[in-house]
């Protein structure tokens, strides 16, 4: 079997930037360990699948070592690929998922603007060695699905240099680092040793916990926000009540074929 693969840098206008992710077209599914496989061996921090759906797609996620709930970079990769490669001609796609829900993805200019469920963090117990493993002084420790951790400066954020092994040890698939940004309202960092990923370097789902926390923190709905990863990437952030809105752009690095 031959199937189609590309991939994308997403969230940033420039090869080697953004966030890397795979995409691979499917006619229906292959079995679920085949999939995992693929994306092990693509050892990207997602590789997307999807299928068709009338006029829709089914769309499902896979770090290096598992299958994941819900991804941002990789669901415009994907959009971007069908634009821009695979001759998708309406203005919008929608891309059905096994726990998100329905995720919409919009041309918006030189932009793609994914329309995403907000999932704000809340206040809870810090596990025990989760500040030790990811080092710095946070002001507040959150949690989403994720452990979304406050400090007081983009620096505070910059200067984190995790233990991964440690960190691998908490019961979270990943932990977000936020703080106000110097040059846009905010920037963060992820971290997911434990999926197979020790930094992310642009998470789109984070940004599900980041919009709503910064919109009520900043008293605004429209934001500008940076991931301040090695690679980086680069946000446009909407709140629009139990959803969030982030645009970005992506770029084509690679098309080719695997032999399964």
Request: hydrophobic share 40%; charged share 20%.
């Amino acid at each position: 079997m031959t199937i189609p693969i590309y991939q994308v840098d997403a969230f940033t206008e420039k090869l080697f930037g953004g966030n890397p992710a795979a995409i691979c077209p499917l006619d229906e599914w292959l079995p679920s360990p085949q999939m995992q496989k693929i994306a092990a061996e693509n050892n990207l921090a997602e590789t997307a699948f999807f299928i068709p759906l009338g006029n829709d797609y089914e769309l499902r996620w896979f770090t290096p070592e598992l299958e994941i709930d819900l991804c941002g970079h990789a669901t415009l990769a994907t959009a971007h690929a069908l634009f821009t490669i695979m001759g998708y001609e309406r203005e919008v796609i929608h891309f059905h998922t096994l726990k998100a829900g329905t995720l919409s993805v919009h041309r918006n200019g030189d932009k793609y603007m994914m329309d995403f469920p907000s999932r704000p963090p809340e206040a809870t117990v810090t596990p025990r060695g989760l500040i030790e493993a990811i080092g710095g002084n946070p002001v507040e420790v959150l949690r989403s699905r994720d452990y979304f951790l406050v400090y007081e400066t983009e620096s505070d954020v910059l200067a984190l240099e995790p233990d991964f092994f440690a960190l691998g040890k908490i019961d979270s698939i990943g932990v977000i680092a936020t703080a106000p940004g110097d040059n846009c309202d905010f920037v963060s960092r992820f971290f997911a040793p434990s999926a197979g990923i020790n930094e992310d370097p642009v998470t789109g789902s984070a940004h599900c916990n980041l919009i709503p926390y910064w919109a009520n923190r900043l008293g605004k709905e429209n934001m500008h926000a940076y991931q301040v990863s090695e690679r980086r990437g680069e946000l446009w952030c909407q709140l629009k009540g139990d959803r969030v809105l982030m645009s970005g752009r992506a770029v084509t690095y690679l098309k080719g074929e695997i032999f399964v």
